[in-house]
């Protein structure tokens, strides 16, 4: 089923295939993070994004280590 159907979803529906397949041509590592002491801990995504600074500061030691460690 297409989801894209007018011309804003069609340009966002190009936008996100594109990174899809841009995200396909580079190798993975996974990496296991845990929040358990979070009082958020079933919103680990949201942790790791940090959207709120106040509820998700855990996850900003997450992000400096992926900065730290991104290579080019």
């Known amino acids: 089923m297409n989801q894209c159907t007018d011309v804003a979803d069609v340009d ?3 936008l996100e295939e594109r990174l899809l397949r841009g995200l396909k041509l580079v190798s ?3 990496v296991d993070v845990s929040f358990h002491n979070s009082k958020v ?3 680990a ?3 790791i ?3 709120d600074p106040v509820m998700h ?3 900003a030691d997450v992000i400096n280590h992926m ?3 991104f290579v080019l």
């Open 45 to 47: 995504h949201s942790v």
């Open 41 to 43: 801990r079933s919103a």
């Open 49 to 51: 994004q940090v959207k």
């Open 67 to 69: 900065i730290d460690h």
């Open 12 to 14: 966002s529906c190009m």
């Open 28 to 30: 993975w590592e996974k």
């Open 57 to 59: 500061s855990e996850g």
